[in-house]
Each structure stands twice: as structure tokens, then as C-alpha cells.
């Protein structure tokens, strides 16, 4: 175990939807965000952190499992036999505790994440979070957007929350920091404690107050517009511009409440003994490559190589860089091995303990993506997406114990084409269910068929996909390495045309 002293533990403050190029220390001049600045002074930064599993709660089962979900099953729970980074700590002595406004959690697909640590509380309202009953309609501004969301029940709710929240110091991320704050204050001098604070936020809706919206004033008279859509673009220049603003207000809110964590390190010098990890699940698009948002288009750096802070106590560095690959998979064992608790043997994740100390390389290439989407790698140079050789895009299975979706359970429909399947490696020798996820029809969405190779040197705006047979070849070696030391099923392989005895190395 390390030798730090007295006292030893760790904090994680996480952010969703946290926009790289947003912050001062990845180059972003015009959003006003001096907190990320200092705790990039503070701290080591990564410029070549990518995501693995999309979008919000695959992410997080990442987080608590170190290893990739992506290619086994869709958004949902922690399945009976995953390995949960907090529960391990909880399992090995260390106190583990959770504050956040991330609704998921309550919903039946993110129900098992939140009990995996000893304690857990919650600040309501975010986005359409069911959280304020009215049966009358709410009055709702005329919205760019608006006509996309009229009939859903999230865009109701979330003009119901919002009266709720009258000051900055009703909204939940203030409150999800209160509670942070009230933890570390009452916990700072004991030993062996990791505390998580996250917060929806900068997700969108971007809904903030007067005091961040100041920050960037501008000329604008059109309709509400705060809640991008997840579809192509197709509002005005003034709209879009309108849109990029709100959500830099946002994040200079996030700004403002991680100021409070760093300026407890500072009062009760939390530096000598305390891990800082400060991260995202994703990126957002907010117009670039002519997309907004997420998922609905192919996961360019804009969203996949997110940004990532650590400070370990054990190594003292601050305020340098590091070039080295890693990725979401790798927080869990590096969380495991601050402690001194052995890292299980199904997370493939690595500590960042030498990448932090010295940059020291954890890896060739990573892989990422979203079930039933393309499946991406980059060795840091080349990324390459791999789209599905069928308009259908089957075969496809989810493989669970745990048969819910992002709000409601599978429906009777697809339970009834469920089989047992053999365990997995990683499933511990429990069978699991083999759900078909039917036929997609990708053709109103043709970019999610494609498959692209960037060379990121070259273009690090991805604006100009390259034919190169040889470096194709390579990044296809890669990918079906990592997929296979994945354990992913044969017809991912099938699904992506690709002969997996072939192409390996």
C-alpha cells in the first residue's frame, strides 16, 4: 500500500457532457472558465483521453467495471457478475460515497449503479427528471426545436422543473456540490474514503441563471433555444451561435462549483494525501461536422476524446501533459491501485499510475463506441470507424441478466426471442440471456453505415477521410485484437464483415 502518511483517499468529480474544446486548458479562449485553468495547474492533463462505451450509463458501467460494454449489450443496469470499483473499495475497508443530480440512476436502467457504494444522496430536476407533479400544462415558450420534443413528456417536465429552480443555489449541481462540500468538510482528516460528486450538467438542456449568461452577451431576438436536437443541423447561423453560448454559460457554471472543490483541497491541505480525478462520460456536438449533439451521427473526437484531469499524491505532478492513449476502462483500476486493492483480473483497464508519473505508454490502440453503431478505434494517430456491411445491421444480440432499457423493462415482444446463452469469460460462469435486437433500418441515417479512416495529423478536425489500403489493414488488426480480448460475440465480427481469423496479428 502507498505510503502517503496519515490519511489517504480520493475524490472524482465528473461531469456529463464536459466539451474539451470549451475549456481554457485545451486551447478554448473565449469561454470564461479560470477553475479549469488552475486545476490544470494543478494537476496532469491528458490530451489523448478517449471514451469506450456510449452514451450515458454504458459509460458508467465502464467506470465501475473497467472493461468495454458496448459490444455485449445496450444501456442498463451493472449485471450480477460485474466487478464494481466502488463496491471493491466498499468490500476492502475504504469508505465510498456518492453525490449527483444524474437522474439516470433512478430509472430501470441505471438502477444498480448508485447501491454499489456505502452511502448515496441525490439532488432532483434535472432535464425531464420526473420530479414535480402538475397536471396542468406549463407555459412553454415558443422553442427553436420545440416542434421535435412537443409530444414528449421530458420537454413538459422539464418546464415544470425549471420553476422550481428560481436562484443558481436551487439548481441541483449547486446542490449535488452542497453535498460534496458537506462531505469533505465533515471527513477531510479521516482515512481511507472516495467520494464521487457528479453532476448532470453541462448536459444539455442548458439551463442557467443571469449571473453565466452575462458572461457572453450578444444580439440575439430569436426563439428560446437552450435544448439542441439530436439531428443534423438546420437552424440559422444566429441560432446556432445562440445555442454555443448557452451552453458556454453552463459551463462556466461547472466552472464556478469545481472552484469549490479545489479551493477545499487548498483549506485543508488535501494535496499531500488526496487523489483529484476531474472527468467526462463524452463529448457533445454543437454544430461541427453540421450535427448536433450525440449518437445520431459518427463519434468524432468532438465527442469522443474527452477531457481528463488526475492529480496522484504519490508522483507530485502538476501541471504537464500527457500524449499517452487511455481511456475511460482505465479510471476504475487506477482508483483500485491508489488503495492498494488488487485490480480483478476481467478489467481491462490499466492503473495510470506510470502514464502520470512519466508518460509510460498502457497501450497500442482503444476502442469505443455504442451498441449496435459503428465500431471506432484510434492508436492516437488514425482513427477508424467501422461501419455494419448491412442496412438491417444484424445480426445483433443484447447478451444481460438485467433486461431493461434506458426507462422500462425489455418488452414481452423481445423477451420472447430470448435463449440462454454459454457464459462469457467475464460472466463468471453464469449463463446470460441472448435477446435478438431485430432489424434496423439505417437508411434514413446512411453516416451510421459508413466506415471512415481519419488521419489525425493531418486533419485533426476529421473533415477529410483518407483511403490508405495499408493503414487500413493496420487499424482493422487492431480492432479485431481489442474485440477479441474483448470476448465479443461472433456476429459483431458478422456484423462488420470482417473475417476475425484473418485479420488478427
Known amino acids: 500500500m502507498p505510503d502517503l502518511g496519515e490519511v489517504m483517499k480520493a475524490i472524482m468529480v465528473m461531469f456529463d457532457s464536459l466539451n474539451r474544446r470549451m475549456l481554457e486548458p485545451y486551447g478554448c479562449d473565449w469561454v470564461h472558465t479560470p477553475n479549469f485553468a488552475e486545476l490544470a495547474r494543478r494537476t496532469v492533463t491528458f490530451d489523448h483521453a478517449y471514451v469506450g462505451s456510449m452514451p450515458c450509463m454504458p459509460a458508467r458501467r465502464e467506470l465501475h467495471t473497467g472493461r468495454y460494454n ?30 449527483s443530480d444524474h437522474y439516470h440512476y433512478w430509472e430501470d436502467g441505471g438502477a444498480t449503479y448508485h447501491s454499489r457504494y456505502n452511502t448515496w444522496e441525490f439532488s432532483r430536476g434535472q432535464e425531464g427528471d420526473p420530479w414535480k407533479g402538475q397536471i396542468k400544462d406549463p407555459e412553454i415558450p415558443p422553442a427553436v426545436a420545440g416542434d421535435d420534443r412537443k409530444n414528449s413528456p421530458h420537454w ?3 418546464w415544470i422543473n425549471r420553476k422550481y429552480m428560481p436562484t443558481v443555489k436551487d439548481q441541483p449541481q449547486a446542490k449535488t456540490f452542497d453535498m460534496g462540500e458537506e462531505f469533505i468538510r465533515r471527513n477531510y482528516s479521516e482515512d ?4 464521487t460528486i457528479e453532476t448532470f450538467d453541462p448536459h444539455e438542456p442548458y439551463f442557467t441563471h443571469a449571473r453565466y449568461k452575462k458572461l457572453y452577451p450578444h444580439a440575439y431576438k430569436g426563439r428560446h433555444f437552450d435544448w439542441p436536437p439530436y439531428r443534423r443541423v438546420n437552424e440559422s447561423p444566429e441560432e446556432v451561435e445562440h445555442c454555443r453560448f448557452e451552453s458556454a454559460a453552463l459551463h462556466s457554471m461547472c466552472d464556478d462549483h469545481l472552484g469549490r472543490v479545489i479551493a477545499l483541497m487548498d483549506k485543508y491541505e488535501m494535496w499531500k494525501d488526496t487523489m483529484l480525478i476531474v472527468n467526462t462520460d463524452h463529448g457533445f456536438m454543437l454544430g461541427e461536422h453540421d450535427w448536433w449533439a450525440k449518437m445520431a451521427m459518427p463519434f468524432y473526437n468532438e465527442i469522443a476524446n474527452m477531457p481528463l484531469f488526475v492529480w496522484d499524491p504519490r508522483s507530485h505532478r502538476s501541471g504537464q ?9 482505465d479510471i476504475a483500476p487506477t482508483l483500485l491501485d491508489f488503495f492498494g486493492v488488487p485490480v480483478p483480473k476481467d478489467m481491462q483497464g490499466v492503473p495510470l499510475t506510470g502514464v502520470i508519473k512519466s508518460d509510460r505508454p498502457v497501450r497500442k490502440a482503444g ?24 442496412t438491417t445491421n444484424s445480426p445483433l444480440f443484447n447478451y444481460t441478466l438485467m433486461p431493461t432499457h434506458m426507462r422500462g423493462m425489455f418488452s414481452v ?15 463468471k460462469g453464469c449463463p446470460v440471456m441472448k435477446i ?26 476529421q473533415l477529410h477521410p483518407i483511403s490508405n489500403p495499408a493503414v487500413e489493414r493496420q487499424m482493422i488488426r487492431h480492432l479485431v485484437r481489442l474485440m477479441t480480448e474483448n470476448n465479443a460475440p461472433p456476429e459483431q465480427f458478422k456484423r462488420q464483415g470482417i473475417n476475425q481469423g484473418r485479420c488478427r496479428n
Not at 192 to 195: C, D, G, I, S, T
Not at 321 to 329: A, C, E, K, P, W
Not at 367 to 390: A, E, H, K
Request: charged content about 25%; aromatic content about 14%.
Open 70 to 99: 458496448f459490444l455485449h449489450r445496450s444501456w442498463g443496469p451493472l449485471e450480477p457478475f460485474d466487478d464494481s470499483m466502488p463496491e471493491i473499495l466498499k468490500k476492502n475497508g475504504v469508505y465510498t460515497h456518492l453525490c
Open 156 to 158: 413538459r417536465q422539464d
Open 192 to 195: 481511507r474514503w472516495f467520494l
Open 321 to 329: 501533459r500527457r500524449q499517452s492513449l487511455v481511456q475511460t476502462i
Open 367 to 390: 476502442l469505443y463506441g455504442m451498441f449496435g453503431g459503428q465500431v471506432n478505434v484510434t492508436d492516437g494517430r488514425y482513427v477508424y470507424m467501422r461501419g455494419p456491411v448491412s
Open 413 to 427: 415482444k423481445e423477451l420472447r426471442t430470448a435463449i440462454m446463452a454459454p457464459p462469457f469469460p467475464f460472466t
Open 436 to 461: 435478438d435486437c431485430g432489424k434496423a433500418d439505417f437508411k434514413e441515417r446512411p453516416e451510421r453505415l459508413q466506415t471512415f479512416l481519419f488521419d489525425l495529423q493531418k486533419d485533426p478536425g
